[in-house]
Each structure stands twice: as structure tokens, then as C-alpha cells.
């Protein structure tokens, strides 16, 4: 389908509010969260989230560990269906910006979930995401951890300098997960 050729189309790259992220982030760890309702009656047939950061990242929905890359140029693209739930669900990212020295900074991602209908739902990075430079507690599994939360930095599309194009992945679909994933 079109979504698979593009999935992180309508993604915008974002980051927290301070400074101007695209041309230089302080180093260091920044937190990001998006709640999104799925409805009790919508039965989910699959689901991933592609993802990518500059300079690394680690993945969750729910609390579940999806994974994690550190790679900006290539999106990874991450099995999500068993971390999904009727109701309020909580999209995690923690990236890092690890150089010497403030460079670009960044995190693009969409969660794609395909419902049995046929019917196709979209959370993408955008400025309704939060972000904080600290987390308190559970952060990645409860969406109402403290932390210095703020409205994150909407930067601008897929393809937009200074990270270009975004090499993306077909989804995998063999039941033997990605060793990768599980180290």
C-alpha cells in the first residue's frame, strides 16, 4: 500500500523547545510522549512504529520496549501490535544527542496501526508530542510521570536539512524477531 511506501510521511522531525534544534541541541538525553485513544470495539489485525533519531534512540508503547537505533539516515522500523490496548495508549521515546559538542538534534516517527476493518490510524511526531529534558519515574509506561513536560518543537518534514532523505525499511513479517531487538 501507500503507507508502506512512505511511512513517515506526515512525521515531522521534533525536539524540545530550546534553541533551534535543526542547527544545534545541547548534548544529552531528552524525553518524548504521545497519549492516543484506541477505541474497545476496533480489533487491531497489525502495527509498527518507524522511527528514527539524531543521534540515538530507545522505543516504547505501554511500557513495552520496542527497540532502539542510532542511525539518522535509516528509519527502523519496529513490530508494535502485542504493546497495543483498548483505550488510552502512551508512545515513548527517549533520544540522545551524543556528540562533544551542540550539533543537530532530532526524533521523526509514526505509529501505523492496520484495524481488521481495513481501516488505517496514524499518530506521527508532531507538536501535539511533549518533551521534557527529565522524567520522573515510570515515564515510559505512565503518561501522567512528572517531569519538566513541555509542548515539543514541530522542525519540519521528512527530507528537511540538515538529515535528508531517511532510508526506511520494509517491514519485517517473519515471525523470528530481529536478534538485534532483544540484545
Known sequence: GAESAAPL??????????GQPAQSAPVGKR?????????????VASAQFTV???????????GRRLGEGEEFR???TLKATGALRPGTNLIAVLAMNTTDQPNP?????????????GQVLEVATDGQ??????????WA???????DWSPALALGPAGMEPWGE???????RDPIPDINLLC
Open 166 to 172: 531517511i532510508e526506511t525499511e520494509s517491514v519485517r
Open 52 to 62: 528514527t533519531a539524531d543521534n540515538r534512540f530507545e522505543a516504547w508503547i505501554n
Open 129 to 138: 508530542w511533549e518533551a521534557a529534558t527529565d522524567a520522573k519515574g515510570n
Open 105 to 117: 538534534a532530532g526524533v521523526i516517527g509514526k505509529v501505523t496501526i492496520h484495524f481488521a476493518d
Open 74 to 76: 535509516r528509519a527502523f
Open 141 to 147: 509506561a505512565d503518561a501522567t510521570a512528572a517531569g
Open 31 to 43: 524525553y518524548f510522549r504521545r497519549t492516543f485513544r484506541l477505541e474497545p470495539e476496533r480489533k
Open 9 to 18: 510521511q506526515g512525521a515531522r522531525w521534533i525536539w524540545r523547545n530550546e
